[in-house]
């Protein structure tokens, strides 16, 4: 199994930048599909980006795309999401997740604990 732990959450203005990182322990890390997930206070999680497991394959939710991206290293397991042109709406916990079938598709078997994104205006 993966345990998962995400951090470079904080607090930035709009229009800024911020990068999160996600770190994996676990022998089969590079054989996980891996998305970011976020949760903003009274709405459902939703998925943000996802990535294969050799990182050839990406997809994003609509309203991230060409701000967001999503990267992996797999030799130092490691899982990125670089943030540009952060808006308000974006504020959220923010959950690295993984799926041990490799499908981008899930099901997501392995989750972090999150880490908070807050987009002041």
């Known amino acids: 199994q993966a345990q998962l732990a995400e951090s470079g959450g904080g607090l930035v203005q709009a229009g800024g930048s911020l990068r999160l990182s996600c770190a994996a322990s676990g022998r089969t890390f590079s054989r996980y599909a891996m998305g970011w997930f976020r949760q903003a206070p009274g709405k459902e999680r939703v998925r943000v980006a996802a990535?294969?497991?050799?990182?050839?394959?990406?997809g994003y939710l609509d309203s991230v795309k060409g701000r967001f991206t999503i990267s992996r290293d797999n030799a130092n397991q490691m899982l990125y999401l670089q943030m540009n042109s952060l808006k308000p709406e974006d504020t959220a916990t923010y959950y690295c997740?993984?799926?041990?079938?490799?499908?981008?598709?899930?099901?997501?078997?392995?989750w972090g604990q999150g880490t908070q994104v807050t987009v002041s205006s």
């Open positions: 990535i294969s497991s050799g990182g050839g394959n990406t």
């Open positions: 997740a993984a799926a041990s079938s490799g499908s981008r598709f899930g099901p997501y078997d392995y």
